[in-house]
């Protein structure tokens, strides 16, 4: 027996067949190099691709995914800051978590503490340590969600807005030293610029600022940013990126905003006066300058001395005492004989529509926006159902209109100030604002589960700005 078939014997298999004779397929240089070429190819497709249409393309999703993989590891380290909210109708304590993104360095938000006092910081203008007591019991609750570990690398700031700021300068300055002394007895990495009242271009780039943060709109065109209204009780604020000529001219307005991607013109524009606590006592007291005793067209004759208080005054407001306004509707349960009692939108509305266009000068860039509305825009919006508290939603300008007529036409001692209230929502919009009947209003009071509020951009710029 020869070798060749000693060796086919070696090689059959369990049934006596022999096994095949396989061959080795050699790979040919030349198809490696066409298989390379064609990789070298499809990547150069795909870079020029992104280069082109980056605008379009959510790259800050994928920053999420490799953030989301590197604290499921323990790789990330938290970054906190605390703000203290010093409104005019109340105070709010925001303590917010961060990390830093693992792909760009910019900080993504974890989760935040949100807790809301009243009365606001200005109603202790006479009793300043009292003011105090009510910022301390907010920093407490800050203590409990940051780990007592980072207390001394977490910076700690009060931002006092309108509130303070219509108080006479004296009785703010009092106020805002006490609360500096108790800040220096707090554990919190504070220094000389950390009480203060905020101006309102600030807190209309910061209210933009976390509205675009939030949506996630701030990692490529700016045009893609939305705008921002809010509404407080001492000031409203407009803000929204300056694209066109007519907007970047008013260079007064025009402001640099910091972004995760760099900084943004943004146009902001705020208004003293009109914030709606404010704009409440300007209508009550017309022509009755000094008084806290008034009367007001706004208001339903059924209301008599209900109390009002703004600035650190009590009013006492009622509606006309006699001539008022009736009508023949009988499902209502305020009558007087075979009437009822009514507001007179039209009269109410011009009072409100003179003193918002005295004040407003309407943003020429404004309508051609997104617009998220939030505060007070929000909570009167929902308190007469416009929209969903826990969902929110979108209207348009001329929905709060109808509801204005609708408060006007019904008696109400449980909302006294609705009418008044919605009326100058619209009146702001519309006449202050510039904005069509049709146009659309995004509502909201959260987004992704995070307050809208300014503090979110002030915490942004203090860790970053």
């Not at 061959?23 to 497709?45: A, D, M, Q, V």
């Not at 604020?237 to 007064?252: G, R």
């Not at 509606?319 to 023949?328: A, H, I, Q």
């Amino acid at each position: 027996m020869t070798n060749n078939e000693l060796r086919r014997r070696k090689h059959k298999d369990q049934n006596g067949r022999p096994a095949p004779n396989k061959k080795r397929k050699e790979i040919k240089p030349s198809t490696l190099h066409r298989s390379f070429f064609c990789l070298l190819i499809s990547g150069t497709i795909l870079t020029l691709f992104i280069l082109l249409y980056i605008d379009n393309i959510p790259w800050h999703l994928g920053h999420k995914a490799v953030d989301n993989i590197a604290k499921k590891l323990g790789y990330h380290k938290p970054v906190h800051a605390v703000v203290i909210d010093a409104g005019s109708t109340g105070s709010r304590v925001l303590a917010f978590t961060f990390h830093e993104s693992y792909l760009g360095g910019h900080l993504v938000l974890d989760k935040e503490l949100f807790e809301y006092t009243k009365p606001g910081l200005s109603s202790f203008a006479d009793n300043p340590k009292k003011g105090v007591a009510t910022i301390a019991n907010l920093l407490e609750k800050a203590k409990k969600e940051i780990p007592k570990e980072y207390w001394n690398k977490t910076p700690l700031i009060l931002k006092a807005t309108a509130g303070l700021r219509l108080l006479p300068q004296e009785k703010a300055e009092n106020l805002l030293n006490s609360v500096r002394e108790f800040f220096k007895e707090t554990p919190f990495l504070t220094n000389e610029e950390s009480v203060e009242i905020m101006d309102g271009t600030d807190e209309g780039i910061f209210s933009w600022f976390t509205v675009n943060f939030l949506l996630e709109r701030l990692y490529g065109n700016p045009s893609k940013t939305v705008a921002a209204l809010d509404l407080g009780g001492g000031s409203t604020q407009v803000t929204f990126s300056a694209l066109t000529p007519a907007s970047l001219s008013q260079k007064q307005y025009i402001h640099q905003a910091v972004a995760p991607s760099g900084y943004i013109p943004v146009y902001t524009h705020s208004y003293l006066g009109l914030g709606l606590m404010a704009a409440r006592k300007e209508v009550i007291t017309l022509n009755q300058e000094n008084e806290v005793n008034v009367t007001s067209d706004c208001i339903n004759h059924i209301i008599k001395g209900r109390k009002f208080h703004f600035g650190g005054t009590d009013y006492y407001v009622s509606g006309p005492r006699e001539n008022y306004p009736v009508s023949k509707s009988k499902e209502t349960t305020y009558r007087v004989g075979q009437e009822t009692p009514v507001v007179d939108f039209d009269t109410c509305s011009k009072i409100i529509t003179d003193y918002v266009v005295e004040k407003a000068t309407p943003p020429d860039e404004l309508p051609t926006k997104i617009i998220f509305a939030f505060s007070y825009y929000f909570d009167r919006a929902t308190e007469v159902g416009l929209i969903e508290e826990s969902t929110g939603g979108y209207i348009d300008v001329n929905a709060f209109k109808t509801a204005a007529k609708k408060s006007c036409a019904e008696p109400n001692a449980d909302q006294p100030f609705m009418c008044l209230d919605l009326t100058f929502i619209s009146a702001l919009l519309e006449k202050g604002f510039g904005l069509r009947e049709d146009a659309k209003i995004f509502l909201y009071k959260k987004i992704d589960g995070h307050e809208i509020s300014w503090a979110l951009g002030a915490a942004y710029n203090l860790l970053r700005g």
